[in-house]
């Protein structure tokens, strides 16, 4: 007498596969995280876009980029705020 082979289970017709997450570490910054690094608004670097001040940014298109080591280095070169 034989024995029936299982066949491995299939998911459902339809049913979405598993896509697998890869993280990729990019050194361009988006404005929220670049925000969240100098742990400022996205307002903040807005205006200071619109001013031509603050931190060095990138256009892709119409996507800002900043890179997070312009953004470490204007941060260094900011004069410290002296107490009264």
Same mark, same amino acid.
């Given at each position: 007498?034989?024995?029936?082979?299982?066949?491995?289970?299939? !998911?459902?017709?339809? #049913? =979405?596969?598993?896509?697998?997450? +890869?993280?990729?570490?990019?050194?361009?910054? $988006? !404005?929220?995280?670049? #925000? =969240?690094?100098?742990?400022?608004? +996205?307002?903040?670097?807005?205006?200071?876009? $619109?001013?031509?001040?603050?931190?060095?940014?990138?256009?892709?298109?119409?996507?800002?980029?900043?890179?997070?080591?312009?953004?470490?280095?204007?941060?260094?070169?900011?004069?410290?705020?002296?107490?009264?």
């Amino acid at each position: 007498m034989r024995t029936a082979r299982r066949r491995p289970s299939r !998911p459902p017709r339809g #049913a =979405a596969l598993p896509v697998p997450t +890869v993280v990729i570490e990019s050194p361009l910054l $988006t !404005p929220e995280e670049a #925000a =969240a690094f100098l742990r400022s608004h +996205v307002r903040t670097l807005e205006k200071w876009r $619109t001013r031509r001040r603050g931190p060095r940014y990138v256009r892709l298109g119409r996507l800002v980029r900043y890179f997070k080591s312009d953004l470490a280095e204007w941060a260094q070169s900011q004069e410290p705020v002296r107490a009264a």
